[in-house]
């Protein structure tokens, strides 16, 4: 809103609806792209940690791999089960990726650049990805298929069970920095001394980077879809492009995850005062550089933790949940908030 | 703005719906979700009174409620649990053991 | 005006929705109606410059509650109830009771004063944001019913435990 919207003749309410559509546009082309080179990165970074090539058939070094993958699952055949519930068979794929494309508007990916500055953003990304666990559920009761339906059994208990750490976690967080906007949480964090919040949350952290794998349904915590034992649980019956929109949601809220993660404890597009006092040429990078620069790290994570652990059984991660991760966030919470309280 | 009066019909409707279901429906689930449309229909015009006269206190009557809903989910959840299991079913025609 | 069109909007949809989902035969598609109603009464909530409750509504009702209800619905196998008698022998005395319910609402109505207004202005709320003002309010004021909130969830927990659980040993 840098222009003169007068010089170019156009109401002001008018130019407002044209800068969020192309705003819009912006974040939904530049995550979607980032989605499908996700994919791409994560078979080449976990091929090398198991010492394989990854792919390399598609153009240099197979670069062109996400491309291919999207054509074929768009002209691949759509199968619908014959008793499926077919309304909700098809709207379960949708309501997935809507939840986690809608999450993005209120995400600050440099200074001043969010879709819409709401008050209670960080409560709105709770919302909707609470949301997105009823695409896998209906998914899973849609296809009438017993692998898919204890997929969507499972995937119901533990969306429950990792909702209240995932926002617990986050509280600490809200109680320093006094408010619940995500942009004035990194103005916040840039005031503060040690200029992240990593530092004085790091128990907040640990629990929220837990929680977000498993509301991602990434790998320790993949029971909905666990390969080995569900032949890949709730998206048994999909196929072609539906199974497409259900990986292009669980990215996206990777993706998601990884920016609250990094706009909450690791400072968002700033950096701590302490480095830009060592190295005061730092501070002429644009801000989205470092907010990339700090997500990449956050998704590299994910890849890592998946090469590296096997999944968890479902008591093993239900008791994870109840008795490890809810207290200790609770425990944050009370020593969060005693702590500013006696010491502001 | 919209007046105060329209938010007083669309709760005293809403909660007209919720209990239409609750009495009528024999589902014991859709009995429990009928309840939660008359909580609902409750919640809105208390926003709606806490708005029109300035008092956050209606405000914070709503997460009261939402509160004690989700206890009632819970306990009213676990009971038809329970029911399912001794029953086979959740009709509450069906389930007429009392009766002399 | 474009307000008062989001609210016929949202108001026309919550009811239609709600009647739908009173209505329905499979339980999973009256849960989703409900999902939608809480939805537009989100909407509502907007509207009245509420969106701290906006948000609790979505994340509770949406997010825990009706998850729960969905999570029930799958464990119990229902597949055999959509084909039974869905409403009660006496339901037109349902339709009677309600009707009447509606009059009487309308006839209180008539007589409704509103009360004295307070002090928390849409301005003052903006400005101190509305999840301050509400914690303010609540904390301070309402700090006994919201001690005593919490002892009902609690009673609800264990209750539920006790009851859902296969026996105790």
Same mark, same amino acid.
């Given at each position: 809103m840098t222009l003169d919207h007068h010089l170019l003749g156009i109401s002001p309410q008018l130019w407002d609806i044209g800068v969020i559509v192309i705003k819009i546009a912006v974040v939904v082309g530049a995550v979607m792209g980032h989605v499908a080179y996700a994919t791409y990165f994560e078979r080449k970074v976990i091929a090398r940690m198991q010492m394989r090539m990854g792919p390399?058939? /598609?153009?240099p070094y197979g670069i062109l791999q996400p491309i291919a993958d999207g054509i074929k699952s768009f002209f691949k055949e759509d199968i619908i089960p014959t008793n499926a519930d077919k309304p909700i068979f098809f709207m379960a794929p949708i309501i997935s990726l809507m939840a986690a494309l809608t999450t993005?508007? /209120? /995400?600050?990916?440099?200074?001043?650049? &969010? /879709?819409s500055n709401v008050n209670v953003g960080l409560l709105f990304i709770l919302a909707m990805s609470s949301l997105g666990a009823y695409g896998l559920i209906l998914a899973g009761w849609a296809s009438n298929s017993k692998y898919a339906f204890l997929g969507a059994l499972r995937s119901s208990a533990q969306v429950i069970s990792y909702e209240v750490p995932l926002g617990l976690s986050l509280v600490g967080v809200m109680i320093m920095a006094g408010s619940m906007n995500l942009t004035d949480i990194v103005h916040a964090q840039q005031k503060f001394p040690g200029g992240i919040y990593l530092v004085p949350q790091l128990i907040g952290f640990f629990v929220f980077v837990v929680s977000a794998m498993a509301e991602t349904n990434?790998?320790?915590?993949?029971l909905p879809e666990a390969e080995t034992e569900l032949i890949a649980g709730v998206f048994v019956e999909y196929s072609g492009m539906r199974y497409a929109l259900f990986f292009m949601a669980e990215y996206t809220s990777m993706i998601i995850m990884s920016s609250i993660a990094v706009l909450c404890f690791l400072g968002g597009w700033t950096l701590p005062a302490f480095v830009l006092k060592v190295l005061?040429?730092?501070?002429? &990078?644009?801000g989205l550089v470092w907010f990339a620069l700090k997500l990449y790290a956050c998704i590299f994570f994910y890849y890592w933790i998946r090469a590296t652990l096997p999944r968890y059984r479902y008591d093993q991660l239900m008791a994870i949940g109840w008795k490890v991760l809810i207290p200790l966030s609770l425990a944050n919470i009370v020593l969060t908030g005693f702590i500013s309280v006696w010491m502001p | 703005m919209v007046p105060l009066n329209w938010y007083i019909w669309l709760s005293a409707i809403l909660f007209c719906t919720g209990m239409f279901g609750f009495i009528t429906r024999r589902n014991l689930i859709i009995m429990l979700l009928s309840v939660e449309i008359m909580f609902n229909g409750v919640n809105v015009s208390l926003a709606a009174f806490s708005h029109y006269l300035q008092d956050a206190a209606g405000q914070v009557l709503v997460f009261i409620v939402i509160a004690v809903a989700a206890a009632e989910a819970a306990i009213g959840l676990a009971l038809v649990i329970l029911l399912f299991r001794h029953h086979e079913t959740i009709m509450i025609d069906e389930i007429n053991e009392m009766k002399g | 005006m474009i307000e008062k069109a989001f609210f016929l909007y949202f108001a026309f949809a919550a009811v239609a929705v709600s009647i739908i989902t009173v209505t329905r035969r499979n339980v999973m598609h009256a849960v989703l109606c409900m999902l939608l109603l809480f939805f537009h009464l989100a909407g509502l909530y907007l509207l009245l410059n509420a969106e701290f409750l906006a948000a609790v509504q979505i994340i509770i009702y949406a997010g825990a509650i009706m998850v729960l209800f969905l999570f029930v619905i799958m464990l119990l196998? !229902? *597949?055999?109830?959509? =084909? =039974?008698?869905?409403?009660? *022998? !006496?339901?037109f005395v349902g339709v009677i009771v309600v009707c009447g319910i509606l009059l009487a609402m309308a006839g209180a109505y008539v007589f409704m004063v509103p009360g004295q207004r307070s002090d928390w202005t849409i301005g003052r709320i903006v400005a101190e944001t509305h999840t301050a003002a509400i914690g303010q309010v609540l904390y301070t004021r309402y700090m006994f019913p919201f001690e005593v909130v919490s002892l009902i969830l609690l009673v609800a927990v264990i209750g539920a435990i006790v009851l859902a659980k296969r026996q105790l040993k």
């Open positions: 390399m058939e /598609v153009g993005l508007a /209120v /995400v600050p990916f440099f200074d001043g650049f &969010v /879709v990434r790998t320790p915590f993949d005061p040429f730092l501070g002429y &990078v644009p | - | 196998n !229902l *597949r055999e109830d959509v =084909k =039974k008698v869905q409403y009660g *022998r !006496l339901w």
